[in-house]
């Protein structure tokens, strides 16, 4: 036996690292896990029970029901102005099947991918898979780590094909304003890129508002609009994504998706269908619960030696600076790990913007964070 050459070499990531070493140890808070820490509410678990008895339970339609596309057609015109057809809707195992399907649809060997640092780790990887070379664009704390139009007109080649943007952002929680998304977009025109925009921690806004980047005069026909069940409804388990954008990508991603998947598990959709057109009231106080934790933390935070926090803006995550400790990303998160059992992740995980910050996770009940913090502030102390 042989593996391929592509992945020989494909090394852990940093993050798979430390939830490794977190397994190992005794007593440790985990503050570096990206999952709400609420179950899937059990009226959403009932539909999904009640579609099996009522015969759903044989292979789906590859690109997906009909209602419950529609769902996320409607879902998205109530909450974020976006207007679709449920033939521009293809369903997904999970958030990420969404990216690499529409990679694989539109890369050729030789095309590049704009990824804006911070950015969520697996992106890498599946433009690698694909082909396709990076084009990475540094950021900076005091601009949101939201990049200027000078920023993206420095590293733009002829090869460049996608961007990809993430708001609100995994790993720094920050939102883009609709300002600078207005400029983004004059570039994607500009230079005729197609626009992947991730919005799954669309329903976690906790500053401002959330920007829908097809919703920009001119991006709709550019824009594949990528989201899922995973953290707004926490569905995390049940392995459902989606993506909304045009029928000639949305038909060619159905066919690939049909060679590794054949459908979407057809309960899931159902009971999907369900929550979309349910559950806002929940999204609402579930954002708010996740607003005070990330409050709490980031407030203790900028009271610990050497640290500073932005206020929380989305998601549920806070990328605090810890440059003043004299360390680097890995050597604070692996020495906190050790000394004091407090799990985080390094800023350089998601690239080289990412060095002098750490991802902390507010996804663990008060008491946990509580502790946590205590933990980190005494650690702080003795650096």
Request: proline share 4%; net charge negative; hydrophobic share 40%.
């Amino acid at each position: 036996m042989r593996i391929a050459d592509r992945f020989i070499k494909t090394p852990a990531s940093e993050m798979i690292r430390i939830f490794q070493a977190t397994e190992k140890m005794d007593g440790v808070l985990n503050l570096g896990i990206g999952e709400p820490d609420f179950d899937t509410e059990h009226d959403i678990i009932d539909a999904a029970a009640a579609a099996g008895k009522n015969g759903f339970t044989h292979y789906p339609p590859t690109q997906g029901y009909l209602d419950v596309r529609r769902a996320v057609c409607d879902y998205w015109k109530r909450r974020h102005a976006l207007e679709s057809t449920p033939d521009e809707v293809v369903l997904t195992t999970g958030g990420l099947q969404s990216s690499y399907l529409a990679m694989q649809a539109l890369l050729n060997p030789g095309d590049a991918v704009i990824l804006i640092e911070p950015y969520f780790t697996q992106y890498i990887s599946q433009v690698e898979l694909c082909g396709a070379g990076l084009l990475r664009v540094e950021t900076k704390e005091e601009n949101g780590f939201a990049p200027l139009a000078s920023d993206l007109e420095k590293i733009i080649t002829p090869s460049a094909k996608i961007l990809i943007l993430n708001s609100p952002c995994n790993p720094t929680g920050r939102v883009i304003s609709r300002e600078r998304m207005e400029e983004i977009a004059a570039i994607a025109e500009k230079y005729d890129l197609f626009v992947l925009s991730d919005e799954i921690y669309e329903s976690m806004v906790h500053k401002g508002k959330h920007v829908s980047f097809a919703t920009i005069p001119g991006m709709r026909e550019r824009t594949l609009t990528m989201s899922g069940m995973s953290k707004s409804h926490c569905m995390t388990g049940w392995r459902v994504g989606y993506s909304i954008g045009p029928v000639e990508l949305i038909k060619v991603m159905t066919v690939i998706s049909a060679t590794q998947t054949f459908g979407l598990n057809t309960m899931a959709q159902k009971a999907s269908a369900y929550a979309l057109d349910n559950h806002d009231a929940k999204l609402i106080e579930r954002r708010d619960i996740f607003a005070d934790r990330m409050n709490y933390v980031s407030g203790r935070l900028n009271k610990m030696k050497n640290i500073t926090c932005a206020e929380a803006e989305g998601a549920f995550y806070l990328f605090p600076n810890i440059k003043k400790t004299g360390l680097t990303s890995k050597d604070f998160v692996w020495k906190m790990l050790e000394e004091s059992r407090v799990a985080t992740l390094p800023g350089t995980a998601f690239g080289n913007s990412g060095e002098g910050y750490i991802r902390i996770s507010c996804t663990r009940s008060m008491d946990v964070l509580i502790q946590s913090m205590d933990k980190m502030e005494l650690f702080c102390e003795k650096l």
